[in-house]
């Protein structure tokens, strides 16, 4: 990659974190959607996205906590399993064809969800804890194999439990194969500063609307760039 490349991805990685952590995600998906867009390698892409997803996920986790918008009681039933879960699907290496198109359809499923909510309800009642693990451990599991966290499935949730999710995830990639790709150190600067900013104002400030949109627009293309071009 040459450094105008370079340039932009390290803006556009701002930009995406500076809009999911406006709106309560650390932006797993929206990063993934970017480097897909600059022809990155999924293999790539995944430990990248968990890197910058847990750097963000730290900072939106603490502001929305200060902010009012946690509950430990609705978190804890599904991070129980979720954990484990994730560093599973972390530790697991598909082949990079099956990679490409786990990490495309679940891009098209976040843009489909970003679309469709409206907003989170005024009241959230928890399900059933059988439940709560259960669909904590399948989406721990996701979360690990494709690098997105998971919080986009589990708004309004979102901050510690892709927080928890990318590190065991991170884990399990790192047990595996020993290494971790240095885009997401280099990119680091770039997703904190635009976490720091969006979900300061995000968990006070902004409607979500139009933001969902625009990042679900991004998310479509990259996922059918992945389903459909080689």
């Given at each position: 990659m040459d450094t105008t490349h370079f340039v932009l991805l390290f803006l556009a990685i701002g930009l995406i974190a500076f809009l999911y952590s406006s709106v309560g995600h650390a932006g797993a998906s929206g990063y993934i959607a970017t480097m897909t867009l600059f022809g990155l390698a999924p293999t790539v892409i995944r430990p990248t996205a968990l890197v910058l997803n847990i750097l963000v996920a730290s900072i939106g986790a603490f502001q929305f906590w200060r902010a009012g918008h946690f509950s430990w009681k609705l978190f804890w039933p599904f991070a129980l399993l979720s954990i484990p879960a994730a560093y599973v699907g972390g530790y697991l290496q598909p082949s990079a064809s099956i990679l490409r198109i786990l990490i495309g359809i679940v891009l098209l499923f976040s843009a489909a969800r970003l679309v469709f909510r409206r907003s989170d309800p005024p009241q959230t009642f928890p399900p059933s804890r059988p439940i709560a693990v259960s669909v904590g451990a399948g989406l721990g599991f996701l979360a690990g194999l494709t690098g997105t966290g998971g919080g986009i499935f589990?708004?309004?949730?979102?901050?510690?439990?892709?927080?928890?999710?990318?590190?065991?995830?991170?884990?399990?990639?790192?047990?595996?194969?020993?290494?971790?790709?240095?885009?997401?150190?280099?990119?680091?600067?770039?997703?904190?500063?635009?976490?720091?900013?969006?979900?300061?104002?995000?968990?006070?400030?902004?409607?979500?609307?139009?933001?969902?949109?625009?990042?679900?627009?991004?998310l479509l293309i990259a996922g059918i760039k992945l389903l459909f071009t080689r």
């Open positions: 589990l708004t309004p949730l979102s901050a510690l439990f892709i927080w928890v999710n990318s590190i065991a995830g991170l884990i399990g990639y790192f047990t595996k194969v020993r290494s971790i790709p240095s885009l997401g150190l280099v990119l680091a600067a770039a997703a904190i500063i635009g976490g720091i900013i969006g979900s300061h104002l995000g968990s006070r400030r902004f409607a979500v609307r139009v933001i969902s949109l625009c990042l679900a627009t991004v």
